[in-house]
């Protein structure tokens, strides 16, 4: 059963649906524009979250507001995934198709090195002894980006969205189950800081449990002061040094971070990435996210397939969607990285004619035997390393039909395990791969100073033939964000599902010569078949948390996934 929020309480629905008044032209910029929708919707991993930012709608905030404040919400209330402590990416568009993409992602401190993740001998560190402790640290992007995006799009006051999540943090939250399984699995890091073993652990060093009310006090001040100072409050001044300290303290060696390095973080905004599939336009994140590329071309690759006809209960098209995924991701580790560091060729990872010819190579009756990069590049090497966990995707459609799809994420649960000012710091430096080159050539994801490490994070939009916002998607999972939100896709677009049956699909991730299909799921059961067809089967518990909003036949209509606590909010 999905779950709803409306007007503040917690009660049962199949679905949460806004209602819509006649629809009307926006004008060529993201900006207020004549009601649309009776009512706006935000789709959010966390019930407290998503109703934190109807409140800004119905206060007679943007999109844009309420994409904010609840990403302030989700710093309380989901401490394990996301907040200010880390970065991510935003989509924001108009019902008429115009797409800002904004890049929050963290970045290395300045003296970091490509060698930051090798030993002595040059082997890769464990990913445990990587990730706890400053090494990991990137610089937050957070607050930088919302504060650009404010100035851009924000029609309350920037105070005004603190609001929801400093009363969360100074009054308290329920602790839930998700919350508590997470601080108990991930005590290694959650517990690190004795800042944060005060706040959710227990005198006997066990997580608090289920139920407690927990209160944050550090916490609230530090967004009361946010608030009143703006981005300033961050990257300059008394908590930008803490944080510099702080990490600096717990990095053993290879570029420690400074004060300088905080106040030079700049959140930026990039070139939208979109593509046609079938008879949709898509938009998505581009570089340095893989999100755009991977989406984009699992689904391109796949238009010479009837996948309406196959449907979602047939093994022959998990098979295609597996061998497309495979393809997808070649391409991904090899060429995708930081834009202002190594040049990605996204418009020729994208070229229709180039995808078409990939999608040539799937065969619908057994597997590919070897899947490599379709593009040339003798001058690089194929990049791996472990991707973020602890990650949040929320979805916001205002009432004059303006969209805010933002991904944000402190990496992997409790992120580094520093707590700054009541927050968690990110890990979000072991996103970039731990070996710098293989056989004399370079991996573009690669460790650099002021290098933003390459992400799977993909808030993604969807525009329908007539060129009207259809639906908008993102997820949280590390590695397997791309194929949670391919497969939502598919579900709505081929399959024609409605919002919450297609974020219930299971899910397959194929990035390489094995195929995961999800612990649980009816995909078990069609092992046997992805077997005769060649593939090497694994059942696999994965991280998986989408969220949508979708227009249906002008009223609103959003869901979490079933898998989360996930909720959809009207205003």
């Known amino acids: 059963m999905s779950r709803s929020l409306t007007l503040g309480l917690l009660a049962p629905f199949a679905l949460t649906v806004a209602g819509c008044a006649a629809t009307s032209t926006l004008p060529a910029k993201i900006a207020p524009a004549p009601a649309v929708f009776d009512a706006g919707m935000v789709s959010a991993a966390d019930p407290r979250a998503a109703e934190a930012g109807a409140q800004i709608l119905r206060q007679g905030g943007s999109a844009t507001d309420a994409a904010i404040a609840t990403m302030l919400a989700l710093t309380v209330v989901e401490p394990q995934s996301s907040g200010i402590g880390g970065g991510g990416f935003l989509l924001l568009a108009d019902e008429a198709g115009n797409v800002e993409s904004w890049d929050g992602r963290e970045t290395a401190p300045q003296a970091a090195t490509p060698s930051r993740f090798v030993d002595a001998s040059g082997q890769p560190l464990p990913f445990r002894t990587a990730v706890v402790g400053g090494r990991s640290v990137g610089v937050p ?39 508590h399984d997470s601080l108990a699995r991930s ?4 517990a690190h800081d004795p800042e944060a073993r005060a706040i959710y652990y227990g005198a006997d060093g066990q997580a608090l449990p289920i139920g407690t009310t927990i209160r944050n006090p550090e916490l609230a001040s530090t967004m009361e002061m946010l608030a009143a100072k703006g981005p300033d409050g961050f990257y300059k001044g008394e908590l930008a040094r803490e944080i510099a300290t702080k990490v600096a ?5 290879d570029g420690k971070m400074t004060e300088a390095d905080v106040a030079g973080f700049d959140a930026k905004q990039r070139p939208g990435v979109c593509a046609k599939y079938r008879v949709y336009k898509i938009c998505s994140m581009g570089p340095p996210s893989s999100g755009a590329t991977t989406v984009l071309a699992t689904l391109v690759q796949l238009e010479g397939f009837d996948l309406s006809a196959l449907g979602p209960d047939s093994p022959a098209a998990w098979h295609l969607i597996a061998e497309s995924q495979r393809l997808a991701y070649a391409d991904r580790e090899l060429f995708l990285g930081d834009p202002d560091f190594v040049p990605v060729p996204v418009d020729a990872l994208l070229d229709p004619a180039y995808l078409r010819r990939r999608g040539a190579l799937i065969l619908a009756d057994r597997t590919m035997t070897k899947v490599v990069a379709g593009l040339p590049a003798p001058q690089l090497a194929r990049g791996e390393g472990p991707e973020e966990h602890g990650t949040s995707h929320f979805v916001v459609i205002d009432r004059q039909g303006n969209a805010a799809s933002w991904t944000n994420t402190i990496e992997s649960a409790f992120g580094s395990g520093i707590m700054v000012g009541g927050f968690y710091l990110n890990n979000e430096l072991t ?15 690669r460790v650099q100073g002021g290098k933003r490490p390459r992400s799977s994070m993909a808030p993604t939009l969807v525009y329908g033939p007539d060129g009207k916002l259809l639906f908008v998607v993102g997820a949280a999972g590390g590695a397997t964000i791309p194929v949670q939100v391919t497969r939502a896709l598919i579900g709505v677009l081929d ?35 992805l077997t005769a067809l060649g593939h090497a089967v694994k059942v696999a518990e994965m991280p998986l948390k989408t969220n949508a909003v979708m227009v249906v036949d002008g009223h609103l209509v ?6 989360s606590e996930g909720v959809a909010v009207a205003q």
């Open 141 to 179: 992007g957070a607050i930088a980006l919302a504060a650009k995006a404010h100035a851009a799009h924000g029609t309350l006051s920037w105070a005004a969205l603190f609001q929801p999540a400093i009363k969360l943090a100074r009054d308290g939250f329920v602790l839930s189950r998700r919350g």
């Open 187 to 190: 005590a290694e890091t959650g």
């Open 249 to 253: 303290a717990e990095t053993p060696a």
């Open 431 to 445: 996103d970039f791969s731990f070996v710098p080159e293989k056989d004399g050539a370079i991996v573009a994801n």
């Open 495 to 529: 399959w024609k599902l409605p919002v919450d049956k297609a974020l219930a699909l299971p899910v397959l991730y194929s990035p390489a010569d094995t195929v995961n299909v999800e612990k649980g799921s009816k995909l078990e059961a069609m092992i046997p078949a």
């Open 558 to 563: 959003g869901d979490g996934d079933p898998r």
